[in-house]
Every structure is written in structure tokens, then in C-alpha cells.
């Protein structure tokens, strides 16, 4: 149906930067919607910022504002967030997700249809 896979983790010294990729396979109307979430150790997977396609509107949260972007590669299958100023409480598994409806506009209420397997993200101190 869809398929989704992540790539660009790794560890970084805090302060550092990262870029991670999602590259989107099948159905495109399943797809409207691209968000990236993260999962901690012992938490819960929370968003961290979404694109709705449709008509380019981001959210990002509050505690990555100003330092993590959010794009869809014009032409492309390919969502990309990048990470600047990392922190150590960025450490997580990061996972892509992709929905068929506005997850901008219900602000990732209900989550996400699909989902990648993850990417690891290291920032140590």
C-alpha cells in the first residue's frame, strides 16, 4: 500500500547537525500528509513536525522551533527534516509517517496511517 524508509541517523556531538530522509513508495493519495515522530526509551512516539501536500503547510513543535525544518523535495517521493543545534533529549528512534488526510490541520490528532521502521538519533554531550 505504503511503503516508507528512513535514513540520515547517526550519532552526533550536541550542537551538530543531521538531515534525515523518508522515501515514500505506493499509493500518493495515501500520502498527502508526511510527519516525523520520535520515540525515546521508556516513551511514548510523539510528533515532531508534519507537511500536508496539499497545500505546504507545516507544524513543527515547540521544542524543536527554530532549529528542525521540515520539507518535501519539490518533483520528488522524498521528505526530508533537517536538524540543527541538536540537544541530547533529541535522542530517539525517529520514525516517518504518512496519512491520507490533513495532519497539519488536526495537529497529528489520531496519528498517522503509515509508518517507516525508524532511524536512530544519537547527541551525546
Known amino acids: 500500500q505504503v511503503s516508507l524508509v528512513e535514513s540520515g541517523g547517526g550519532s552526533v556531538q550536541a550542537g551538530g547537525s543531521l538531515r534525515l530522509s523518508c522515501e515514500a513508495s505506493?499509493?500518493?493519495?495515501?500520502?498527502?500528509?508526511m510527519a516525523w515522530y520520535h520515540q525515546a526509551p521508556g516513551k511514548e512516539r510523539e510528533p515532531v513536525a508534519a507537511i500536508y501536500n496539499r497545500n505546504g503547510k507545516t507544524l513543527v513543535r515547540a521544542s524543536v522551533k527554530g532549529r528542525f525544518t521540515i520539507a518535501q523535495e519539490k518533483g520528488s517521493d522524498t521528505m526530508i527534516m533537517d536538524m540543527r543545534s541538536l540537544k541530547p533529549e533529541d535522542t530517539a528512534i525517529y520514525y516517518c509517517?504518512?496519512?491520507?488526510?490533513?495532519?497539519?490541520?488536526?495537529?497529528?490528532?489520531?496519528?498517522?496511517?503509515?509508518w517507516g521502521k525508524g532511524t536512530q538519533v544519537t547527541v551525546s554531550s
Open positions: 505506493g499509493n500518493i493519495y495515501a500520502r498527502t500528509c
Open positions: 509517517g504518512a496519512d491520507s488526510t490533513d495532519c497539519v490541520g488536526r495537529s497529528w490528532l489520531n496519528g498517522m496511517q503509515f
